[in-house]
């Protein structure tokens, strides 16, 4: 019923910059919450940054000054704009969303729940 999908993911050298986007659709209602996790092989997944629908931002300290987090006009995509790209920000990104849905497409029957994407891998590597 929801999908959330990412993409933007690549080799870049220490230095360059990416951009990843999320997008979430589906039966829908409302989506309070986006933001981009990381996990590099061996690693937990963390947190990079989020983004409420009033556009409250909250990022980790290894990424603060370095990416911007925004999400689109509709607020059902959300931008992770990576710059001063390091080797040790090698790891595939995961997108989430924490929203309202309609259950089996019910316009009655809302549910909340976090759904996450498939995740988009990002190498940063001379």
């Known amino acids: 019923q929801v999908q959330v999908v990412e993409s933007g993911g690549g080799l870049v050298q220490p230095g360059g910059s990416l951009r990843l986007s999320c997008t979430a659709s589906?039966?829908?209602?409302?989506?309070?919450?986006m933001g981009w996790y990381r996990q590099a092989p061996g690693k937990q997944r963390d947190l990079v940054a989020s983004i409420t629908d009033g556009g409250a931002t909250n990022y980790a300290d290894a990424v603060q000054g370095r990416f911007t987090i925004s999400r689109g006009n509709t607020k059902d995509t959300v931008y992770l704009q990576m710059n001063s790209l390091k080797p040790e920000d090698t790891a595939v990104y995961y997108c989430?969303?924490?929203?309202?849905?309609?259950?089996?497409?019910?316009?009655?029957?809302?549910?909340?729940?976090?759904?996450w994407g498939q995740g988009t891998q990002v190498t940063v590597s001379s």
């Open positions: 589906g039966s829908i209602f409302s989506i309070e919450t």
């Open positions: 989430n969303a924490d929203l309202d849905y309609y259950v089996n497409g019910d316009v009655l029957r809302r549910s909340r729940s976090t759904y």
